[in-house]
């Protein structure tokens, strides 16, 4: 499958999307749901899908839809339009690009095709704005069951409707596709150029609240403190031990740590903290999260503290789909690649999408793993490739 223009257009799409919503202070890109820069992003992904002769909408949430008319339930792929804040130039926007370029490519060479094709910029991913993660995929399966009032106002800002919500659910749907940066290092690090999603991995957030006494820093012997802080460390290093010594892919991670009453002279009365875990086994996630609540529920009672653990969120893992795994496997090897096989550890729409279609991914490389970030980068071999599997994948599935 040629791919007219090549790996330069997908650069100069690449970049144009990454304009929009780029931050003066800090770099990177920012496209918040429903703001000005994500309408800006929407607009341009849609004359573009109107150019290469798509018949264009937006649903009730303002995911926005390519379609080239067939018969049965669709094929679709793309991936999210929005960003995290300083986001890079290719989370999401390259499942986007890529995806339309491939379409393209197929309509121009073969014609229309058997089953509907479609490309879809989904409105929301991240959950960099309100607490929505997965916004657009959950819509579009029905899994919206209530609108608080901020994203209310903010739909309808946008000229949407949120009692309407219910109406982007789509039942048509056969397969989801999408191509994604590995927003990890082991591509990379490896030297392979394209990977086989198998399954994504499954998530537990939880915050821990560690109950001590504050007390004055000077006249308190240590062995009469009960310092909120030293529990608390002593419970991260232990959560990084269990990690560790389970290997791959199990993770933890504690991202956010809040010390009171945050004084020099004042013994920590209390911290809390998050810890992120992650596992592509069900049951191994379980003892992961397990292990860690016991040795921190240990670590309290041996130092005098109090220990709440609450859990935030909670997603099981998703294997992909066995028949598009091994569709996406053959399309790279017709494209003369012998594509490996990898667990995702980040989250994708993906995920919420395969509890109504069959769904699938493909890696390319992140280079030095750098993801959410202005450096985030692929090598514009690796593009092309990605874009290349892509349609092929897509051929043989719609044609």
Known sequence: MRIDGGVALLERRLDELYAIGAEPEGGGTYRPLYGAAWAAAGERVERWMKDAGLKTHRDAVGNVWGRAAGNGKSIVTGSHIDTVRHGGRLDGALGIVAGLTAVAALLKEKGNPRRPLEVVAICEEEGSRFATNFWGSRAITGAIDTVDADIAAAMAERGLDPAKIAIAAR???????????????????????????????????????????????????????????????????????????????????????????????????????????????????????????????????????????????ERPPVAMHPDVRALLARAAKECGMQATELVSGAGHDAQILAARYRVGMLFVPSIGGRSHCPEEATAPEHLELGTRVLARALELMAY
């Open 171 to 313: 039942d048509d749907i056969d397969t989801f596709i999408e191509l994604h940066i590995e927003q990890g290092a082991v591509l990379d690090a490896s030297r392979q150029p394209l990977a086989v999603v198998s399954a994504i991995v499954g998530t537990a957030h939880l915050e821990l609240t560690v109950t001590g006494r504050p007390d004055h820093a000077g006249t308190t012997p240590m062995e009469l403190r009960k310092d909120a802080l030293a529990g608390a460390a002593a419970m991260l290093q232990a959560i990084e031990s269990i990690a560790r010594s389970l290997g791959r892919p199990a993770v933890a991670t504690v991202g956010r740590l809040r010390v009171e009453p945050d004084q020099v002279n004042v013994v920590p009365g209390k911290v809390v903290f998050t810890v992120d875990l992650r596992h592509s086994d069900l049951g191994a996630g379980r003892a992961l999260e397990e292990r860690i609540r016991s040795l921190c529920s240990t670590i309290s009672q041996e130092r005098r503290l109090g220990l709440a653990i609450r859990t935030l969120q």
